[in-house]
């Protein structure tokens, strides 16, 4: 079955640390690839996106992530966190072609001041 | 800028009552979603819908119905309410072209049935 994996469930970072979120996905085929953020109280939003193309991609608030192909993963990363990070964050994989995408369960991210 | 709306941010209701929720976006999006958000389970597809009158069953649409009358407009209908259905409903529109776009979603609807 097609499923979208993200591995830390909860993850508690002091400032300026750097974060690596990972996501792992199980499809065949060609597919676009997403990180969502949902601050507390907020809309769910687009970070970012890869559809072709460079494999780094770069997003809002200094976030990127890369796809590995030959590794079904697209990790979020970012440098250095703030304060301002603490949210949920979900990884999504549609397959082209279809309308319907996968979202992983989320990962927490709390930074601490 | 897109924006999504829906009816309700918090709703409470009682087991067994038809309950109806509202999502309206203003972009013309071809395409619109209803998810529920549960802690742990991330965001689970309930139903979609491609066009105006056009629906098709996400992973979970047991207990749940849709309807799209208008582009703009995506209505989720709990027929008879349970305790189970209690969660956050998430709308959710998109452009339809060739393969999945970015999705845009509206606030929420935390749902609690008793």
């Known amino acids: 079955a097609q499923s979208v994996s993200q591995h830390n469930h909860h993850v508690i970072l002091s400032e300026a640390a750097s974060l690596e979120l990972g996501c792992n996905y199980s499809?065949?085929?060609?597919?676009?690839l997403f990180w969502y953020v949902q601050y507390p109280g907020q809309h769910l939003q687009l970070l970012l996106k890869?559809?072709?193309?460079?494999?780094l991609v770069k997003g809002i608030k200094g976030f990127e992530a890369e796809f590995i192909k030959s590794k079904f993963s697209f990790n979020l990363r970012k440098p250095s966190v703030q304060w301002s990070d603490t949210a949920e964050y979900f990884c999504?994989?549609?397959?082209?072609?279809?309308?319907?995408?996968?979202f992983g369960t989320g990962t927490r991210l709390k930074v601490l001041a | 800028d897109v924006k999504v709306t829906q009816s309700s941010r918090y709703l409470v209701k009682r087991t067994g009552e038809k309950v109806f929720l509202e999502c309206v976006q203003d972009?013309?999006?071809?395409?619109m979603f209803w998810y529920r958000q549960d802690p742990g389970l991330g965001l689970r597809l309930i139903y979609f819908s491609y066009d105006v009158k056009m629906k098709e069953k996400g992973d979970i649409p047991e207990g749940y119905s849709v309807s799209r009358e208008k582009k703009e407009r995506f209505s989720l209908i709990l027929e008879s309410a349970s305790t189970n259905q209690t969660s956050m409903y998430l709308c959710?529109?998109?452009?339809?072209?060739?393969?999945?776009?970015?999705?845009?979603f509206g606030p929420g609807t935390r749902l609690t049935v008793t």
């Open positions: 972009m013309d999006h071809e395409n």
């Open positions: 499809y065949g085929g060609t597919v676009n």
């Open positions: 999504a994989v549609a397959h082209r072609g279809t309308y319907k995408y996968i």
């Open positions: 890869y559809f072709s193309g460079d494999p």
């Open positions: 959710a529109s998109s452009l339809r072209l060739a393969g999945a776009h970015e999705q845009y």
